[in-house]
Nanobody, 122 residues
Framework: QVQFVESGGGLVQPGGSLRLSCVTS????????MNWYRQAAGKERELVAG????????KYADSVKGRFTISRDNVQNTVYLQMNSLKPEDTAVYYC???????????????WGQGTQVTVSS
């Protein structure tokens, strides 16, 4: 079955960096746009970044543009999120999922991983 296993979160001071990883299985990873989402306490889950199947196009939410970089490894079926210049408002649980295109509103799969907690605080 489809699985997403996120890791790499932690507690970091404002201005710090983290690199998140999401290992996937159960679907043909290289066919899909891969995405990072986040959900802060008491808020809806939001799309943070997406990367096309070959990695040629990357899109970001305005709130993270210039600070976060998404990448992928189609051999390891893994998507990454490099987060720099972290701010307290980046505090959230981060998840990955697939989409059929950058324009798709909803993620492809109903399943979600356990997520990885990112806390930005001094």
């Amino acid at each position: 079955q489809v699985q997403f296993v996120e890791s790499g979160g932690g507690l970091v001071q404002p201005g710090g960096s983290l690199r998140l990883s999401c290992v996937t299985s159960g679907f043909t990873f290289s066919y899909y746009v891969m995405n990072w989402y986040r959900q802060a306490a008491g808020k809806e889950r939001e799309l943070v970044a997406g990367i096309t199947s070959t990695g040629g196009i990357k899109k970001y939410a305005d709130s993270v543009k210039g600070r976060f970089t998404i990448s992928r490894d189609n051999v390891q079926n893994t998507v990454y999120l490099q987060m720099n210049s972290l701010k307290p408002e980046d505090t959230a649980v981060y998840y990955c999922n697939a989409r059929t295109s950058l324009g798709a509103v909803k993620p492809t799969y109903d399943q979600w991983g356990q997520g990885t907690q990112v806390t930005v605080s001094s």
